[in-house]
T-cell receptor
Framework: GQNIDQPTEMTATEGAIVQINCTYQTSGFNGLFWYQQHAGEAPTFLSYNVLDGLEEKGRFSSFLSRSKGYSYLLLKELQMKDSASYLCAPLDSNYQLIWGAGTKLIIKP | GAVVSQHPSWVICKSGTSVKIECRSLDFQATTMFWYRQFPKQSLMLMATSNEGSKATYEQGVEKDKFLINHASLTLSTLTVTSAHPEDSSFYIC???????????????FGPGTRLTVT
């Protein structure tokens, strides 16, 4: 079957660094997306990884290991506005996104 | 700027009426659009894949006669909730998947969503 596993909730301090892990099992694989979703809003695209390794984009970086079915999102210099849910979504062989419940990130001052 | 727009952003309707939601791809032509539904504090649920010029592909458990999808052009897909009931109240979001560069990389953009409340 297809499955996504992320922590339900994480708490971090403003200015710190946090890593949100994601493990996945899919029927085929065509890359993995990370999205940010604030409450009551649609998801916002953060990153896409299809090859192993780290992709850095400003304060956010995403890592992928296809052999391990593992990805993480790294957020640096946390700001209060980073409080949101973070969704890991692999793209399966039919080019459909597989969604988990996401990780709710709480930033404290 | 936004690459996908939705209209309306929110709508309240009475039980038994129909509601149409529009999804427009602003920056590129989209042969495929996706419609999602999200209930409070739950993950996104794919309802259907909208294919330009052909019938939509519905996910298991989604009634195609209740959720009518029309993808008449490369920039517009519509979702019509027919005979809406209170349990249809939800956040409906469309998205567009586009390939980037030589086609080995993808980006998926979401519309801002439409909040439907059926009274």
């Amino acid at each position: 079957g297809q499955n996504i596993d992320q922590p339900t909730e994480m708490t971090a301090t403003e200015g710190a660094i946090v890593q949100i892990n994601c493990t996945y099992q899919t029927s085929g694989f065509n890359g993995l997306f990370w999205y940010q979703q604030h409450a009551g809003e649609a998801p916002t695209f953060l990153s896409y990884n299809v090859l192993d390794g780290l992709e850095e984009k400003g304060r956010f970086s995403s890592f992928l290991s296809r052999s391990k079915g593992y990805s993480y999102l790294l957020l640096k210099e946390l700001q209060m506005k980073d409080s949101a849910s973070y969704l890991c979504a692999p793209l399966d062989s039919n080019y459909q996104l597989i969604w988990g419940a996401g990780t709710k990130l709480i930033i404290k001052p | 700027g936004a690459v996908v727009s939705q209209h309306p952003s929110w709508v309240i309707c009475k039980s038994g009426t129909s509601v149409k939601i529009e999804c427009r791809s602003l920056d590129f032509q989209a042969t495929t659009m996706f419609w999602y539904r999200q209930f409070p504090k739950q993950s996104l649920m794919l309802m259907a894949t909208s294919n330009e010029g052909s019938k939509a592909t519905y996910e298991q458990g989604v009634e195609k006669d209740k959720f009518l999808i029309n993808h008449a052009s490369l920039t517009l897909s519509t979702l019509t909730v027919t005979s809406a009931h209170p349990e249809d109240s939800s956040f409906y979001i469309c998205s567009v998947l586009t390939s980037v560069g030589t086609g080995s990389s993808y980006e998926q953009y979401f519309g801002p969503g439409t909040r439907l409340t059926v009274t």
